[in-house]
């Protein structure tokens, strides 16, 4: 089983949607992060989280430490949000654990 | 500032050559990654440096090596090239570990023929 599961593999959605993206974890960790791989294959960082919710613009990730659990939602959704959107934590030893990703596509 | 620069883009290999992937960073970074990312996989980490002079293996280090001379500079080497080493390889740095925010270079596309 892999330390760090995402759910859903694959997600296709009409542009105006609101989208959760879930990231569980198995290993005690110091920090989660929620990365965005761009079609083109950049990868940029969206946000870090120790605890708590984070907002950015139509972005909002939450952390839930005690379920080892955390989601990406994205409200308002547009096709521009299409990527591959990346979980990945930083265990006890500063080792970071990607998991394999979400491919979202929105549809307009 | 640039932020993370990778030379090549892209890069076609015959089994057993050798080459380096640069990566460079002006941010002033004491932390720098280099990854793989095979289809379908999550990102794998290769090696890392905590600052110059200093760089230890990560999950995957086999069939590579590093070297960390400098602050911004990181390259990564191939020896004898294998197919199982055909990825997409990025590079990223970051101010400290943990808690903090990994800049990640556009990556390198090579292939093992």
């Known amino acids: 089983k892999n330390e760090v599961e995402q759910s859903p593999q694959n997600l296709t959605a009409q542009e105006g949607e609101f989208i959760t993206i879930n990231c569980s974890y198995s290993?005690?960790?110091?920090?989660l992060h929620w990365l965005q791989q761009h079609p083109g294959g950049g990868i940029v960082s969206l946000f870090m989280?120790?605890?708590g919710k984070k907002k950015h613009g139509r972005l909002i990730a939450t952390i839930n430490i005690q379920e080892k659990h955390s989601s990406l939602h994205i409200t308002a959704s547009h096709p521009r949000d299409s990527a591959v959107y990346i979980c990945?934590?930083?265990?006890?030893?500063?080792?970071?654990?990607f998991g394999k990703g979400t491919r979202l596509h929105i549809l307009p | 500032n640039a932020g993370v620069t990778q030379t090549p883009k892209f890069r076609i290999l015959k089994i057993g050559q050798s080459m380096t992937l640069q990566c460079t960073q002006d941010m002033n970074h004491n932390y720098m990654y280099w990854y793989r990312q095979d289809p379908g996989m999550g990102l794998k980490l290769i090696y890392y440096?905590?600052?110059?002079?200093?760089?230890d293996k990560g999950e995957v280090p086999n069939g590579y090596n590093v070297s960390r001379s400098t602050t911004e500079d990181f390259p990564l080497r191939l020896e004898l090239a294998a197919p199982s080493q055909t990825s997409v390889y990025f590079c990223?740095?970051?101010?400290?570990?943990?808690?903090?925010?990994?800049?990640f270079g556009p990556g390198t596309r090579l292939t093992v023929t």
């Open positions: 290993v005690g960790i110091s920090a």
């Open positions: 990223a740095s970051s101010y400290s570990t943990g808690g903090t925010e990994q800049y």
């Open positions: 990945a934590v930083m265990n006890r030893d500063d080792k970071i654990i």
């Open positions: 440096s905590v600052g110059a002079g200093i760089t």
């Open positions: 989280l120790s605890s």
